[in-house]
């Protein structure tokens, strides 16, 4: 099935906007339901500006009444609107020059809301350099006092379905990584001398309160 420009967003501005249910935004989206709910509740798409499918020709308003009046009814793409597939290249990431200014707005977005995106996916998803990434991290960028965190497809520097596959890569390494921890830390308890096993949980409390 065809999918609207920057989906995400464009849920964003249907959840804001209609009254369609999480349902029918998740099925014209192409995104889970649970997803959907998740963008209403500001737990998913922080920071993304919601697009409007009326005003780029994907949707009628007509077709958003008819679906707020049977919510059983799904939502269908205005067919003379939709992009053809971009082929993807090898390389480094082109970005033109009038956008290259608004890569530090990206790089601080994607700090700012998504920190378990690596360094790496960084400079590959903005075209950008290590370099440039510590220096926005750090505040040592020499235009530091401008930079302000903006969604990088709102600026054009990459595709919703771009981005979406580098979070949904970081998702799952940091959780694979949580799971590695926990079974270290579970076979690590399992090896301990039954005396240093009794006392570890009053350690894991007096870390707590020294964090605190």
Not at 58 to 74: F, G, H, K, V, Y
Not at 136 to 158: E, F, M, Y
Request: aromatic fraction near 4%; charged fraction near 25%.
């Amino acid at each position: 099935m065809a999918l609207p420009l920057m989906p995400k967003a464009t849920a964003v501005w249907l959840i804001d906007n209609t009254k369609l249910t999480f349902d029918q935004i998740a099925y014209f989206c192409g995104l889970h339901p649970l997803e959907v709910k998740g963008i209403a509740d500001g737990e998913v798409a922080i920071g993304i500006v919601g697009q409007d499918p009326v005003a780029s020709s994907q949707l009628t308003a007509a077709e958003i009444a008819r679906c707020e009046a049977n919510p059983a009814a799904n939502l269908k793409l205005l067919a003379s609107t939709v992009p053809l597939a971009r082929q993807k290249t090898k390389g480094a990431r082109y970005t033109p020059l009038s956008k290259r200014q608004d890569r530090p707005d990206a790089i601080a977005w994607l700090l700012k809301y998504h920190p378990e995106v690596g360094d790496a996916q960084v400079q590959k998803l903005l075209g950008t350099t290590k370099a440039t990434i510590d220096a926005v991290r750090t505040r040592a960028h020499w235009n530091a006092a401008n930079i302000k965190p903006r969604d990088p497809v709102s600026l054009g520097i990459c595709s919703q379905g771009e981005l979406d596959r580098v979070l949904l890569l970081a998702a799952k390494r940091r959780d694979n990584r949580e799971k590695r921890e926990a079974l270290e830390r579970a076979r690590s308890g399992q090896g301990a001398p039954a005396g240093a096993a009794a006392a570890q949980p009053q350690d894991d409390f007096e870390d707590d309160d020294d964090a605190a």
